[in-house]
């Protein structure tokens, strides 16, 4: 029978005897879930019996105390009653209380525990600890570790972390190798604050060192880029070339794929200067020239031009549509041509385009020489041989010769080692003479120069020379000046550099120049974090409209693909408050920046933004998007973009057409059937005679970045291989959209494209001729097909229509062959390892007729791809490279990028695909590949 | 026939189940009221579908599951919607031919389900059955057992932030407070919990139960703007008459006690029998307390019947003092043994206390002269040159506001996005028109 009331025992309570409130407490406690609404009038009373000291069962009283708050919802009362209760609160009971103020606990736990890392005066209660603790042991013993290192991480609980892994690796050392790798995840994702980062990584190489049989070294190096540890890695790669040189190599690439360069002149520098490091031996000698980055670009860069599959049909007609003398059309062009050409040495739409080319004025003519930059990127052998036309000295116009600085710079983006000396003797010697019309335009390409190719440098000297440049306040090389200091500087931190250029962006006069300083300043604070909290507000406070731009960038940067609430919080208040437009557009589009690891979300938080009734927001969502979703294949991005791409004012049209094929980069109809229908847009948004300029601007620009690189890169803000951030393609992107103010600023975008390709190489670096087995229906990672292709198919249709059906298929079906093998011939260079093509091809054909619509997924019976092809990113999922002659030195690692192989069959006779570099200097008989850029690097 | 409607209503749950909509759901509960009259009389209906869905997996539906064993049965995994619908199916089939013990049995087991299930799908079928499960215990008149079982579900309910559930358990438990007559452990109940936002039935009940539980503890003016609250608020449907009914009635006798006389037009709608209440009414109007007492005799099981007649018993003094009031208004200079015959007060001492204290409530304004026995009533206030139009008028804006609020908060837009409406496919279509009709049914016993 149930109680109706508490009334009787609550009387009780009022009693003189001990024993008397002692029965009654107990009762209640046996009630309190039922009859809490009538126990919490008289909470007052059970308190008062719990502050009286000389009551023994106060305990039981601050339990039904904690039981009532429980029951009213307040949660936080509750919790601080059941740790008062001690025993009386027994954490084994099985009762949805008990649970709830468990995790209460725990939270309350976390919460203390996060701040005791920041001030030690905060005194956590030992029950609270009690109770934690507990519960972790109860995960122990379920063998739950992830919880428990997850738990333990969470509350910055870094000896625990450091316990379990240690008892794994005595146990358990493949277990141990996963945890590590969770733990080093967990810290990527979840960990805000920077010190404990920095003390979970470092104790997580301890722990990893201390492993004695086999320990994964790729983990250490993920961990290396993180903590740009040079000292540390130049010691590991002293040991690892002596027993395990494949392994070295691999772990040098990876390095030079996701490290800065300040980190990898470092370990150079650290491996160079070491007397028992021997750097005549072959094998030292190849470590250290794979760090120098120049194989990678090599390897790249012949990816890229033996894969070309760029379709100039569709450029030339834009071309032809476009008004040449407008020289915002002849712009776009410009870098529809750079974008679509980025990184494969083929500048043949130049050369066959000379009068075109002839109409570009000014600034058009700077653009129009960068572009060579963009187009060459990565070409370091013969970079400077085909500028040298154009570079100072020769008798080209200033535009000209700034444009080729600029190329200069791009070509060697982020490999600067070879032409920073010459570019800063430039601006060494021009520096003092800014202000003059000529200098200027080519100081302005030589500081962008400066700044690309010397990014992340941490260059003091070279920042100096831009500092001189700045300071003649000139509006024109002020701005490139400001800019490539931020780009030198990336990353760094660096107090008295904000501190200049904060200062001479309220002094000077030139907006140009105040916002080029602003925009460096946030570089400069790239992945800064908190640290950049206080640039921020004061940035933010500023009156001048740049500068609160500027800060927006800040936040954007130091905060890039945290997804910190803090930070979008801000963001979002400066994207409907601030009074400027500008700045308003910036802080929408920077939300693309935080949220480039949890890229989903972007479309939600933004959707509302985009139906604004401020064009610059709507600007901002679309770009955001772009942004965050580069590369992704997101529907829900798309649906958001669909109707800014009908948007009535032009420049929305502009930037969600640049976001679309952001997304849509890459991708063919049968992965996404929205491409036919997009494409189609742009060619008809160029067609169309009453659009607006900008529109027209933004689709052209479009085709160039929807088959960027000869459809052969991708736009990834994060290392697929090391769960790092891409620093090179952020702020390529970060730069691009300041092409808002400044055209010339849009090469930049040919910073973000990564290329997507498998490259296998021995321990020679050469690459060896074998296939690849893909486990998926070809038709979802072919290209697309070209126009011209297009155009003879219907010929070809319309030739047969009197033959019977079966003829008919027949028929195309070798037009189609015979297309696909002529298409190649098209371009200079005839490569032989096209022929892949062919075999696939026919079965294509009839899975079409058969189906059209037909999800991707895994089948069993492979086709074969080359080595040195293109994996798009959803298609690695699906490689595996065949288990015959080359195994790769590092299994867990993901199917793309450059991977090293064990030869298993030495002895074999080995085909070889020659790179760029061996194919321009084929005059001469090499033996061994590489000691020419080994010679190349004592010229330094 | 009927078993291809609930076939197809499964189809309607695990939809709702895949896409967490749980306007699904809501539909299907509102065929419930159709299909019950068939489902009752026609064991062979539920027979059908159990056998189909669980075949012989559940020992205590073996009553409804044993006609066709060699029937294939589904290995699937039963979904918890569907699962929870047929119980909710079967609950209903036992009320309606009143099989009380085997329900209560059943509810057990009911309960011993819900605890499994966790998903935010459930919650409009949770709250029903918790309904059934009430209403079992009050049928077999067992209040006191089940109310520990609802304090424990209120809170698991409320941890889950399953609203529906948690609306729906404070309803019961104050529906259950009230027929034991707890009054002050309801009234602890509604001053420490916060009744979550839930469906309209749910809470114009919750809202009625407030204004019963306010209208007792003397709080009239309180349970007045409640009862108007549940009535407004009450959907506007068949089923929901009976409450609305009750409802009516609650609020004619709260505004009694206020002081105030309902409109004619309240008691002229056919469908109810208000004759008892008009009665009283007419009573109060003209302070007869003959026709009271008369009144309460000849209807006093009437009363009984809507528990009613405590609260009805309270307009004794009302009568008095509207008597009073008439008789200030029509006199300025009247006797005490006057008022005392014409209002059959006992004597003439009990009628100078009554008409002091009706000074003392500002029912009359008037002073009593002792010595010569008789009241005088002070000169009429025009009542324009007071405050009272001004808050009165201020309270009409007031709740037109508020209307206009609750009703903005209630609208559905359409979204502007082109796209989406295109994904509206013709279910969704019909679910928005079904939904149009009408709010969840009412559901009063």
């Known amino acids: ?940 | 026939m009927e078993v291809k409607e609930i076939e197809s209503s499964f189809e309607l749950l695990a939809k709702a189940s895949n896409t967490f909509d749980n306007r699904y759901i809501s539909k299907v509960l509102r065929g419930v009221g159709t299909l019950r009259k068939k489902l009752s009389q026609d064991k062979s209906i539920l027979e059908s579908i159990i056998s189909k869905v669980y075949g012989t997996s559940r020992p205590y539906l073996n009553q409804f599951g044993l006609i066709n064993e060699s029937m294939d049965v589904d290995k699937d995994e039963i979904s918890p919607e569907v699962d929870l619908y047929i119980h909710l199916l079967v609950q209903i089939y036992y009320l309606d031919n009143k099989q009380y013990d085997e329900l209560n049995s059943f509810n057990d087991e009911v309960i011993k389900l819900m605890q499994v299930y966790n998903r935010r799908t459930l919650d409009l079928i949770q709250a029903k059955i918790w309904f059934y499960i009430s209403r079992t215990k009050e049928l077999i008149d067992d209040l006191l057992t089940i109310r520990p079982v609802l304090t424990t579900f209120l809170k698991i309910s409320s941890l889950r932030h399953d609203n529906e559930t948690m609306g729906c358990i404070i309803t019961l438990l104050l529906r259950n407070y009230i027929l034991t007559k707890d009054i002050n452990q309801a009234i602890n109940l509604i001053e420490k919990i916060q009744f979550p936002e839930c469906s309209n039935s749910v809470s114009c009940r919750y809202y009625y139960y407030l204004a019963k539980i306010h209208a007792i503890q003397l709080n009239y003016s309180i349970a007045n703007e409640y009862c108007i609250t549940a009535i407004r608020k009450s959907p506007q449907t068949k089923l929901s008459l009976g409450f609305l009914q009750s409802a009516t009635k609650l609020n004619i006798i709260i505004e009694l006690l206020m002081g105030d006389i309902p409109e004619l037009k309240i008691f002229k709608t056919n469908q109810w029998n208000f004759e008892p209440y008009l009665m009283v009414t007419k009573a109060v109007k003209n302070g007869d307390l003959k026709l009271f007492d008369h009144a309460i005799k000849t209807y006093r099981t009437d009363f009984i019947n809507d528990d009613n007649l405590s609260l009805i018993l309270r307009l004794h003094q009302n009568v008095i003092k509207t008597g009073i009031r008439l008789i200030s208004l029509s006199y300025s200079k009247i006797s005490l043994k006057d008022i005392c015959i014409k209002l059959n007060l006992d004597s003439e001492q009990s009628t100078e206390y009554i008409i002091a204290k009706s000074i003392r409530d500002n029912v009359i304004e008037a002073s009593i002269n002792n010595e010569k026995g008789f009241m005088k009533s002070k000169e009429l206030l025009d009542i324009y040159s007071t405050k009272l139009p001004q808050s009165e008028f201020d309270s009409r804006i007031n709740f037109c506001l508020e209307l206009y609020n609750d009703l903005v908060k209630s609208m559905r837009y359409p979204s502007e996005n082109l796209k989406v409406n295109e994904e509206i496919d013709d279910d969704e279509l019909e679910l928005i028109k079904a939904l149009q009709d009408g709010d969840l049914d009412g559901l009063m016993d």
């Not at chain 1, 009286?52 to 305990?59: A, C, I, L, T, V």
């Not at chain 1, 160079?272 to 190849?286: G, Q, R, T």
């Not at chain 1, 974090?529 to 960038?553: M, N, P, T």
């Not at chain 1, 490279?881 to 790769?888: C, I, N």
């Open chain 1, 1 to 940: 029978m149930a109680l109706v009331s508490a009334a009787p025992y609550l009387a009780l309570l009022n009693e003189h005897d001990t024993s008397l409130k002692k029965y009654a407490l107990n009762s209640l406690n046996d009630i309190v879930d039922e009859l809490w609404s009538e126990i919490a009038n008289n909470i007052d009373q059970l308190e008062e019996l719990y502050e009286d000291d000389s009551f023994e069962n106060r305990k039981l009283a601050a339990l039904i105390i904690s039981k009532v708050y429980y029951n009213l919802g307040d949660f936080e009362a509750s919790v601080k009653y059941s740790l008062l209760s001690g025993d009386e609160f027994n954490i084994e009971e099985q009762s949805q209380y008990i649970e709830t103020i468990v995790s209460k606990c725990i939270d309350l736990y976390t919460n203390l525990s996060q701040q005791k890392f920041q001030d030690d005066s905060i005194v956590i209660d030992k029950q609270l600890s009690e109770i934690f603790e507990k519960m972790l042991k109860k995960c122990f013993d379920l063998k739950d570790y992830k919880l428990a290192l997850g738990i333990s991480l969470e509350s910055f609980r870094l000896d625990i972390v450091e316990k379990i892994l240690n008892l794994q690796i005595e146990t358990n050392i493949d277990q141990a190798l996963s945890l590590i790798n969770y733990v080093l995840v967990c810290t990527n994702t979840v960990i805000s604050n920077f010190n404990f980062k920095t003390k979970v990584l470092n104790s997580l190489i301890d722990i990893l060192l201390t492993i004695k049989t086999n320990p994964d070294f790729f983990i250490i190096f993920k961990i290396i880029v993180q903590l740009n540890e040079s000292q540390l890695a130049g010691k590991i790669f002293k040991e690892l070339i002596k027993s395990e040189p494949l392994i070295a190599y691999q772990g040098a690439f990876d390095l030079v794929n996701s490290g800065s360069q300040e980190l990898l002149e470092n370990i150079i520098k650290y491996l160079k200067d070491d007397k028992e490091f021997d750097d005549e031996s072959s094998e030292e000698s190849k470590l250290i020239n794979i760090l120098t980055g120049v194989p990678t670009c090599d390897l790249n860069i012949t990816f890229l031009y033996k894969n070309n599959h760029t379709d100039i049909t569709i450029l030339n007609k834009t071309k032809n549509l476009l008004e040449g003398r407008s020289s915002i059309f002849h712009s776009a062009v410009t870098f529809a041509n750079a974008f679509i050409h980025a990184g494969t040495t083929d500048d043949s739409f130049f050369r066959k385009n000379l009068e075109w080319l002839g109409k570009a004025t000014n600034w058009s003519k700077f653009s129009a020489t960068a572009a060579l930059g963009v187009i060459h990127k990565g070409n370091l052998s013969q970079g400077r041989n085909i500028l040298k036309p154009y570079l100072p000295g020769s008798s080209g116009s200033a535009h000209t010769k700034g444009g080729s600085l600029f190329a200069l710079g791009l070509i060697f983006a982020g490999h600067g080692r070879e032409t920073i000396d010459y570019l800063k003797k430039f601006l060494d010697d021009n520096g003092s003479s800014a202000g003059s019309n000529d200098t200027d335009v080519m100081l302005h390409g030589a500081c962008l120069g400066c700044g690309v190719a010397g990014m992340a440098t941490n260059n003091e000297s070279l920042y100096e020379a831009l500092k001189v440049v700045l300071y003649s306040d000139s509006a024109i090389s002020g701005q490139a000046a400001g800019l490539a200091m931020g780009l030198v500087m990336l990353g760094s931190g660096n107090e008295q550099a904000i501190e200049d250029m904060l200062t001479y962006a309220e002094e000077t006069q030139h907006e140009n120049i105040i916002r080029g300083l602003a925009i460096g300043i946030a570089l400069l604070n790239f992945g800064q974090e908190y640290k950049a909290d206080k640039y921020i507000d004061d940035l933010l406070k500023k009156e001048s409209s740049i500068l609160r731009y500027g800060g927006v960038f800040t936040i954007a940067l130091a905060y890039a693909g945290t997804g910190n609430n803090q930070a979008i919080k801000k963001l979002l208040h400066y994207a409907v408050s601030d009074p400027s437009d500008d700045v308003r557009r910036a802080s929408v589009m920077c939300l693309g920046f935080v949220l480039i690891r949890d890229y989903t979300s972007t479309p939600k938080i933004v959707e509302l933004l985009s139906q604004s009734h401020n064009p610059h927001v709507r600007y901002g969502s679309a770009m955001a998007l772009g942004i965050s979703c580069g590369g992704k294949n997101l529907a829900s991005a798309l649906d958001v973009l669909q109707p800014l791409t009908s948007d009535p004012v032009d420049f929305v049209r502009q930037g969600a057409l640049m976001a679309s094929s952001m997304i849509l980069i890459q991708q063919n109809e049968h992965v996404n059937p929205k491409v036919k229908e997009f494409n189609k847009k742009l060619s008809d948004t160029i067609k169309n005679k009453h659009e607006d300029a900008l529109a027209k601007f933004g689709a052209t620009l479009s085709q160039g970045i929807i088959d960027a690189g000869g459809r052969n890169v991708t736009i990834t803000l994060e290392n697929p291989n090391t769960n790092t951030l891409n620093m090179k393609s952020i702020v390529g992107l970060a730069v691009f959209v300041q092409s808002w103010y400044w055209f010339p600023l849009s090469h930049f975008l040919s910073l973000s494209f990564t290329p997507t390709a498998i490259i296998g190489i021995t321990k020679d670096l050469k690459i060896p001729k074998f296939e690849i087995n893909c486990h998926a229906k070809e038709k979802f990672f072919e290209y697309p097909k070209s126009e011209e292709i297009k155009e003879n198919k219907k010929e070809g249709v319309t030739a047969v229509l009197s033959t019977t059906v079966k003829a008919r298929a027949r028929a195309r079906k070798r037009k189609d062959d015979m297309d696909i093998d002529e298409k190649p011939e098209v371009k200079e260079e005839k490569v032989d390892d096209k022929d892949s093509d062919k075999e696939p091809e026919k079965e294509d054909d009839k899975e079409e007729e058969k189906e059209k619509e037909e999800p991707l997924k895994y089948c069993k019976t492979p086709y074969k791809i080359e080595n040195l092809s293109r994996v798009v990113p959803w298609q690695t999922n699906y490689i595996s490279l065949t288990k015959e002659r080359f195994v790769p030195i590092n299994k867990s690692r993901g199917n793309s990028g450059i991977i090293i192989l064990e030869d298993t069959k030495p002895k074999e006779k080995l085909e070889v695909i020659k790179t760029v570099r061996q194919l321009n200097v084929t005059e001469a008989p090499i033996p061994q590949p590489f000691t020419l850029s080994g010679d190349d690097l004592k010229d330094e």
